[in-house]
């Protein structure tokens, strides 16, 4: 799977690896697994952390879809009877306002060179060959390194030994999870946004196929799988972290959108003590006491005369 015109990028990540795993070697044995479990899962939060801003635009794209979404329906009811006049419309709407539907794909499409150049420097590690500026002892040092007995660069059909297969068939196992719970926290949303969207049932089977493309990673190696659930993880971590900094718009009843709080953060929770201090209300202010001077009175009111 080697692309010749991507091995500027195949030596750049083989040099990250470099550097990551000269860091840690100076407190850890650079044959460890921790030293190399440490490389990777390091190595995968830096490359999240570059593309954050792509995340970022991803999620304000599809937050000002969402804040369409009535007047998306409203096209799809006037034009329910020409598909194309429909489409038309709502594409000029998202331009109008800045929306971008293929949005979602910006952060897959930046992961997917990263993860062909690891797949690529881990099986020239794996066939014992010191390319893209990786030197022997490097090389080496990864062949000998050990996750839960198994071996860095082992795939689940070339390991020889069956403890080897099931430490590898368990990661595995946890990026098949990882992958659905991340597919369903933004399946979730999008339907919750858009219940009559048609493509609502197309998701859901995305949902619930997506954990099946998780074991054609039983051809990958152990170290790259490690890589999967270590992004899969993080991407929970960061739309979990978005989603409760925006929540999901409402609408009144003529279609316009209300202000919705957000949920607390964690240094917010962790403020509050207790429930009670938590639901109790504001005690009411206390009034203010003020003081009547007693108005002056004629001199005919003092005295008790009365005008005739």
Not at 130 to 158: H, N, R, Y
Not at 165 to 194: D, E, H, N
Not at 253 to 277: D, M, S, W
């Amino acid at each position: 799977m080697e692309l010749s015109w991507l091995n500027w990028l195949y030596t750049a990540v083989a040099q990250v690896i470099t550097w990551i795993h000269q860091a840690y070697s100076t407190v850890l044995d650079p044959n460890s697994g921790l030293t190399w479990a440490l490389t990777i899962i390091t190595l995968t939060i830096c490359m999240r952390i570059l593309i954050f801003p792509l995340f970022l635009k991803q999620m304000r794209s599809s937050r000002k879809m969402q804040e369409l979404a009535p007047k998306v329906q409203e096209l799809r009811k006037r034009y329910k009877n020409d598909k194309q006049r429909m489409n038309q419309e709502v594409m000029a709407l998202y331009q109008g306002a800045g929306a971008n539907p293929l949005g979602g794909c910006l952060p897959v499409v930046a992961q997917f060179p990263i993860f062909i150049s690891m797949f690529t420097v881990l099986r020239a590690i794996a066939a014992d060959q010191p390319k893209f500026g990786m030197t022997q002892e490097l090389v080496d040092s990864a062949k000998q390194a050990l996750i839960l007995g198994a071996p860095l660069p082992a795939t689940f059909f070339e390991a020889p030994h069956v403890g080897e297969k099931i430490v590898i068939g368990f990661f595995v196992a946890i990026s098949s999870c990882t992958t659905f719970l991340t597919v369903r926290q933004s399946v979730t949303r999008s339907m919750a946004q858009m219940p009559d969207n048609p493509m609502a049932q197309q998701q859901k089977i995305l949902m619930y196929i997506s954990p099946l493309f998780a074991f054609f990673s039983l051809n990958f190696p152990l170290g790259l799988i490690m890589y999967w659930v270590t992004t899969n993880l993080w991407t929970l971590g960061q739309q979990h972290w978005f989603y409760s900094r925006h929540p999901m718009p409402q609408f009144d009843a003529k279609g316009n959108p209300v202000i919705v709080q957000p949920k607390p953060g964690l240094i917010a929770k962790l403020r509050k003590t207790t429930p009670e201090e938590e639901q109790a209300p504001p005690p009411p202010p206390e009034p203010k006491i003020v003081r009547q001077q007693p108005s002056r009175q004629s001199r005919s009111k003092r005295t008790g005369s009365k005008k005739s």
